[in-house]
């Protein structure tokens, strides 16, 4: 029976002398370059807006109100992806699942908003959670955490 400290001492040498051991039985999956796998389950907006950050090298201008979201992002494509492409998803995931938008503002900032009059779609293990309609036809909105704006001072 191994100690952990030896199945460390082991992991540590095969990172350090790749070439004097045999492959690794489990091969991690390579992609070609430029190609990205993501997996977002039930993920927190801002867990999800930290790989955004990591992968697109934008700087985030974030609106207060995101980090108070409690929707969670679930976002699991089946194949590797341009990093483009794969942004515009983590994007459009964002929109829809969470009412967060991302506006490119230049070359280097992106702007991350969210807007509670958006119509979101939960999503679960890959599926949209079908939401309760009202008596009007149309889907209830959960309540939003933002307050109600104030009422204009009557003079």
């Known amino acids: 029976m191994k100690t952990p400290a ?3 001492t082991v992991v540590l ?13 489990m091969p991690k999956e390579v992609h070609p370059p430029g190609m990205v796998v993501l997996n977002f389950n039930g993920t927190h907006p801002v867990h999800v807006l930290e790989t955004y950050t990591e992968l697109s090298g934008m700087q985030l201008v974030t609106s207060s109100h995101v980090n108070a979201v409690t929707t ?4 699991q494509p089946q194949v590797a992806l341009k990093k483009s492409k794969m942004l ?21 900032r992106v702007s991350v908003t969210y807007n509670d009059t ?4 939960a999503v679960a293990d890959g599926k949209p959670i079908p939401r309760p309609i009202g008596s009007d036809g149309k889907p209830i909105q ?14």
């Open 142 to 155: 959960p309540p939003s955490f933002l307050p109600p704006p104030p009422k204009p001072i009557q003079k």
């Open 13 to 25: 040498l095969f990172t350090l002398l790749p070439s004097t051991f045999p492959a690794d039985p």
């Open 72 to 75: 969670r992002i679930t976002l």
């Open 88 to 108: 515009k998803l983590v994007e459009k995931a964002l929109l829809e699942q969470a009412g967060i938008v991302v506006t490119q503002l230049d070359d280097r």
């Open 6 to 8: 030896a199945s460390l």
């Open 118 to 121: 958006l119509t979101v779609t």
